[in-house]
DNA sequence: GACATATAGTTAGTTATGCAACTAATATAA
DNA sequence: TTATATTAGTTGCATAACTAACTATATGTC
């Protein structure tokens, strides 16, 4: 069918996205020496709120790609930590708006500094445009698999 | 440090390695729309296995940068599917050598066609050229981050 | 041989994932 | 305005991840 095809040999490696994992998870090392109880999952809906407060649960979902039920809990554990807090809409009952608490306000200046610090001991002796291409061709395969259906 | 870094509102689609989650969905989607009832961690246990069969749980563990914790368990349930057995080694008893059954033995035909095609669907319309850097660079990465200590 | 250490695998505890079925609130249509 | 459909979020169920503590077997040293 499509001309680009990988060799068997290699198809594993290349789904299984060992890179990514290995730097999910040098990521979640380097919170916990700094003791910092968040996982990276919780991170990235902090990440977002950082970055726009308010967001309903369907919208934070939509930015960190899980579905509701994954979203419902994190918000859950999130909540329990009293990292975040939910607060109904007054325009549309259904839905839940979620807001960062004072706790969690400091954690963003030192958790940047950890992600920055562990993109940095990932990206080693990679270039700018070896950077470039890699974001460029995973954005693609993204959209290839979100911007159609399943045949 | 590094004169590598990613721009903070890049940072995490990154690390979040979003393509590669979407490609581990649409495999599992292309599974199940086949009928297969196999999950892709359990596939890619069965993958290495087709290779070579008879490895131990350390050893599948390695090849499927997984802890021998979760090892166990996706043997368990592999086994509660009747697709592997464990037989200790005669050689050393601590040792569990997974072997594949008759039952699995079919699978592999029509699961590395399902990959084949989730590969097509996932990769169209990037250069053999782009998923060169792309393999490259993610080796790279992974590299960075298992070949030397926690700083 | 006896004791300490290392290794392979298991188990307990916590978090996270996805799907499917459900509730509650809102929107649409008759 | 009542019945129907849609939407946001929750819950139940199963799988999977990692850490830490554990068991059993092997190895190494005295």
Redesign the interface.
């Known amino acids: ?2 001309n ?3 060799k ?20 979640q ?2 919170f916990r ?1 700094a003791g910092l109880e968040i996982t ?1 999952e919780q991170w ?1 809906v902090l ?2 709120l950082w ?1 726009e407060d308010g967001l309903s649960q369907l919208e934070l979902g939509n930015r ?2 899980r579905d509701k039920a994954s979203t419902t809990r994190l918000i859950d554990n999130l909540e329990k930590q009293e990292l975040v807090t939910r607060i109904a809409s007054k325009d549309d009952r259904r839905i839940n708006l979620v807001y960062l608490t004072d706790t969690a306000k400091p954690l963003q200046q030192i958790t ?1 500094e950890l ?14 445009e ?2 470039e ?10 959209d ?3 911007n159609k259906d ?2």
């Open positions: 069918m499509s680009n095809q990988f068997r040999g290699e198809l594993y490696s290349v789904i299984n996205g060992m890179a990514t994992t290995a730097v999910a998870r040098r990521l090392k380097n020496n990276i990235s990440y977002h970055k960190t790609f940047y992600a920055n610090k562990t993109m940095n001991e990932s990206l080693q002796n990679i270039s700018k070896e950077i291409v890699v974001k460029n061709v995973l954005q693609r395969v993204y290839n698999l979100t399943l045949v």
